[in-house]
């Protein structure tokens, strides 16, 4: 998932290089292909790091980091708008959260994936610790 995040960044960075319409398509193309990849990869994610019966509140917490992202960003992109006279600036900054999100999903699973070949157990063992884990969200 993180590659795709970094590819997606990488777009984003073209669009605002791209002299006209005809050109922009490929990259939008691009985009598109890398966005649906999103969807799948966020589900297998969510599966591989949670334990069983906390997928919809892991997806949920998702949605809602998600959400805050779609109602700024609007507001800062109108700003450097306002401050720069172009958008340019708020493709290059979508571009690096998606860039440093990228990253960091990618650093992480290869922290995560010795931990599961070790055979340590991300999942609850017994009825209590399911208990403990939904009571402490």
């Known amino acids: 998932m993180g590659f795709m995040q970094i590819l997606y960044a990488a777009a984003l960075?073209?669009?605002?290089?791209?002299?006209s319409p005809a050109a922009v398509t490929p990259v939008v193309f691009v985009l598109g292909v890398v966005r649906i990849g999103f969807v799948g990869q966020v589900n297998v994610t969510i599966r591989s790091?949670?334990?069983?019966?906390s997928f919809i509140t892991g997806l949920g917490w998702g949605l809602l980091m998600a959400s805050f992202g779609q109602l700024a960003g609007p507001i800062i992109s109108g700003h450097?708008?306002?401050v720069t006279g172009s958008y340019d600036f708020?493709?290059?900054?979508a571009a690096a959260v998606f860039a440093v999100c990228g990253l960091e999903l990618?650093?992480?699973?290869?922290?995560?994936?010795?931990?599961?070949s070790e055979g340590v157990s991300l999942q609850a063992t017994t009825?209590?610790?399911?208990e403990?884990?939904?009571s402490s969200l």
Do not use: A
């Not at 790091?49 to 019966?53: A, N, Q, Y």
């Not at 990618?106 to 599961?116: H, S």
């Open 13 to 19: 960075v073209l669009l605002t290089f791209m002299p």
């Open 49 to 53: 790091t949670l334990p069983d019966g």
């Open 80 to 82: 450097l708008r306002d």
């Open 90 to 93: 708020s493709f290059y900054l």
């Open 106 to 116: 990618t650093v992480g699973n290869f922290l995560l994936k010795p931990k599961i």
């Open 127 to 130: 009825p209590e610790d399911t």
């Open 132 to 134: 403990q884990g939904v």
